[in-house]
Nanobody, 114 residues
Framework: DVQLVESGGGLAQPGGSLRLSCAASGFTFSNQHMSWIRQAPGEALQWVAAINRDGTNPNYSDYVKGRFTISRDNDKNTLYLQMSSLKPEDSAVYYC????????RGQGTQVTVS
């Protein structure tokens, strides 16, 4: 079974940084394009960033471009999201996902910026 386990969330101050990780198992991670998505309370899922299976072509939503960096380590089956210059509006549950719509995603990790 596909397992995606996010970690690294928590409380940060505006302007601060956090690094999220996602440990993947149950599929061939290096064959899979991956994404980060998020969901704020009462809001729909929002795509944040994506990266090709070989680590190329990172791309970002306009909400986070220039502040967040997506990366991956295929040897460790791990996806990362480095978040900097955090804003209160970045507060959400963050999920790693196999697709941009989040149909296959982990349980999420809470990020609160306050």
């Amino acid at each position: 079974d596909v397992q995606l386990v996010e970690s690294g969330g928590g409380l940060a101050q505006p302007g601060g940084s956090l690094r999220l990780s996602c440990a993947a198992s149950g599929f061939t991670f290096s064959n899979q394009h991956m994404s980060w998505i998020r969901q704020a309370p009462g809001e729909a899922l929002q795509w944040v960033a994506a990266i090709n299976r070989d680590g190329t072509n990172p791309n970002y939503s306009d909400y986070v471009k220039g502040r967040f960096t997506i990366s991956r380590d295929n040897d460790k089956n791990t996806l990362y999201l480095q978040m900097s210059s955090l804003k209160p509006e970045d507060s959400a549950v963050y999920y790693c996902a196999q697709d941009r719509a989040g149909r296959t995603r982990g349980q999420g990790t809470q990020v609160t910026v306050s």
